[in-house]
């Protein structure tokens, strides 16, 4: 209870005031994402670990079409015992969730004999399934490219007559688009169909392990897991082994810190047979690996590494030196091996009966074959596939500008989904009727509108949740991935201490490192981490995989002790401390720092 008598809580969604400039910003997205009067009641929290930013109007789909799928899948599919969807909402362009659980002994009961035999179906052959699993995900990253989006001549080819084919091509351009939409939900469907199972293998592990040893450390569990050989670490991968072709090639002191990779492109194109050969190694890796995007997948200006090789070129400069010294690049992945099996051995050891030690074995021989989709699934969705479908949108918006409705093709992720298919609407009959569309000085003024809008709305500072307080909050999932628990939740809403010199969060991943602060709000400026400094953010991406080799460790706002963060970090050696809630507010760049990954505190030395 508060001093004053009354229940914690957090400002109520009702209670949230318009941002100045951003007035209509509710008109930006549908409306079943806008809180209603009875989620007043209800405990939500920002969900900045997938949307960091104001959203766009378009972009909206990348939480719409997520939400839609992986509730059908643990509610309705495979039947999940103890929880239905999530909900979400959006408010002043921020995306706020809550999960539905079920809470009723008896219904648990009846879906646990449904999620049994389901569930056990996949667990049973799960090597199986998964490879039929990423050539069902690859089809359709192949079938997104090749969608095409019609050119509107001003007569039809000659053998749509000739061969009777008896349709003309603005009708296909509706058809490929809702075509496009409907492989993206296709898409998120494939994508939920083995992680929450993934995660559920787990997370009965991990409660195994509270249970079992009350003192464990979340990471001490995570460390179980470690050492895994996942595709999601190619690109890095492909990295280093162009760091080593730099130095075989002559051509490695073109790469330096801060180089720019349109000068460094240049520069190895005069530079004979061994710049034309690292140039080409350069095309070989890029597909598919360089289908990184430089966020987490779900915004349409996080642009992947083939559309901005910042990220890439942030990192080669510290590999190639790396390369030229003779130092081994790849991932200490023996080691965390060797260490996970040590600590599970030590866990196991403790165990009382060959039951339990049985039971131990069972669990954790399932997590382990399991959670590579968990990092993997990452590659195949939010990247690649995320990657050609922005890029297909903007084919879409190209068809917009070249017919007037819109000024750049980029203004068309300023129009939500439907939208977009009303003004391709409008261009269909206008090249029907042999007139102009009606509609572009709408859309250009609601273009303009929203731009001002976005801009508006990223000065606004949300808060971490809304609603009432829960008495209690123990998601394993949610605390390992967002890192919140009925602690955290404290934290949030406790005034910050002036002069203090600590913050506190999950130990991610082992060891101390001390370093100078690097602080980065946006994924657009990683470039600009240097070599040897501390990295305070507050999410990270999977695809900073790279420049997780040039930090000294990593702090993030948000993020449990299995959040992508969490993980790559573990996966390369590094120091990490995650879920703070508030470390890019409380840290400056230049500033000294400790960030102890055994304790989960980071210190500001001065």
Known sequence: MTDDGTAPRFPLPSELTEVPGAEDWASMYPYYTRFQPGDDQRFWFYNSMHFPEPMPAFDAVTAETPYTALGANTARLFVFPTTLGIEHRIVNGRVYITANPV???????????????????????????????????????????????????????????????????????????????????????????????????????????????PEIPDQDVARMVAGIDVVLYRPDDELKNLARLAVEHGVDDLFVEGCEPDKVLA??????????????????????WFNMSTGAGFYHHHRSWNDDLTVPFAALPGYVDRARRGDLLERPVQQLAAERERIARDYRALLPGEDEKAAFDQMLGLARVVFPFVEDHNFYCEHYFTTKFFAKVREFGALLRDRGVLADAEDVFQLQHTEVAQALTDVMLAWAAGTEPVGTAHVRKTVAARKQTLEALAGWSPPPALGPVPETLNDPAVRMLWGITAETIRSWSAPAVEGEREVRGFAASPGVAEGTARVLLSVNDIGQVREGE?????????????????????????????????????????????????????????????????????????
């Not at 996949?122 to 095409?148: A, F």
């Not at 520069?267 to 598919?288: F, N, Y």
């Not at 963060?565 to 400056?588: C, D, F, N, S």
């Open 103 to 213: 809470t009723d002994p008896e219904e648990i009961r009846r879906r646990l004999a449904e999620f049994s035999e389901r569930a056990g179906h996949y667990y049973e052959n799960w090597d199986e399934l998964y490879q039929g699993w990423v050539t069902r995900v690859t089809g359709l990253i192949d079938e997104v490219q090749r969608i095409e989006v019609p050119r509107l001549p001003e007569f039809e080819d000659p053998e749509v007559v000739f061969q009777a084919r008896g349709v003309a091509q603005n009708h296909y351009v509706r058809e490929n688009y809702h075509r496009l939409i409907g492989l993206y939900s296709k898409m998120w469907h494939h994508h939920s169909e083995f992680l929450m199972l993934g995660y559920g293998a787990y997370v009965v592990f991990f409660e195994f392990c509270k249970t079992s040893f």
């Open 267 to 288: 520069a190895l194109a005069a530079r004979g047979d061994g710049g034309r050969r690292w140039l080409q190694a350069l095309d070989d890796a890029r597909e598919p």
């Open 534 to 606: 501390v990295l305070v953010c507050p999410v990270t991406a999977p695809s900073w995989g790279p420049v997780f080799g040039k930090i000294a460790a990593a702090v993030s706002d948000i993020g449990g002790t299995m959040s992508h963060a969490a993980i790559v970090a573990r996966e390369y050696g590094l120091p990490a401390v995650v879920g703070t809630g508030h470390a890019t507010k409380r840290i400056t760049t230049g500033q000294r720092l400790r960030v102890d990954g055994d304790r989960g505190i980071v210190t500001v030395l001065d």
